[in-house]
C-alpha cells in the first residue's frame, strides 16, 4: 500500500526553523517527483515545493530563499528545511508524489510568538 507520512511539524517562533520529513513507501519513490503542499485554516492548499529524482528544485515565491527541499532516493525520505519562518507559514503541511493520488496525512506548523 503506497504511503506517505509527515513528521517534524510543531510550534516555533518567527524567525525560527523546522526540518519536516515525509517518508515513503509502498512505492518506487525514485520514479516521482515529490512536492511539499501547504494549507493554511480556511485557505485552499497551495503548492510550496518539487524536487525531482535530480536536478533543480522549484520553489513556490513565497518561500524561495527561505525553504529548502531535498530527497534521499536511497532511504525513501524526502525534507523540507525551513528557516526565517513567518506567521503567515503557520499551516498544515503535505507531502504528495506528484502525478499521482499519493499524499501524506499532513503535520501542523505553527508559527507564533
Known amino acids: 500500500q503506497e504511503q506517505l507520512v509527515e513528521s517534524g511539524g510543531g510550534l516555533v517562533q518567527p524567525g525560527g526553523s523546522l526540518t519536516l520529513s515525509c517518508a515513503a513507501s509502498?512505492?518506487?519513490?525514485?520514479?516521482?517527483?515529490m512536492d511539499w503542499y501547504r494549507q493554511a485554516p480556511g485557505m485552499e492548499r497551495e503548492f510550496v515545493a518539487r524536487q525531482w529524482s535530480t536536478g533543480v528544485p522549484k520553489y513556490s515565491e513565497s518561500v524561495k530563499g527561505r525553504f529548502t527541499i531535498s530527497r534521499d532516493n536511497l532511504k525513501n525520505i524526502m525534507y523540507l528545511q525551513m528557516n526565517n519562518l513567518k506567521p503567515e507559514d503557520t499551516a498544515v503541511y503535505y507531502c504528495?508524489?506528484?502525478?499521482?493520488?499519493?499524499w501524506g496525512q499532513g503535520t501542523q506548523v505553527t508559527v507564533s510568538s
Open positions: 509502498g512505492f518506487t519513490f525514485g520514479d516521482y517527483p
Open positions: 504528495h508524489a506528484w502525478g499521482s493520488y499519493i
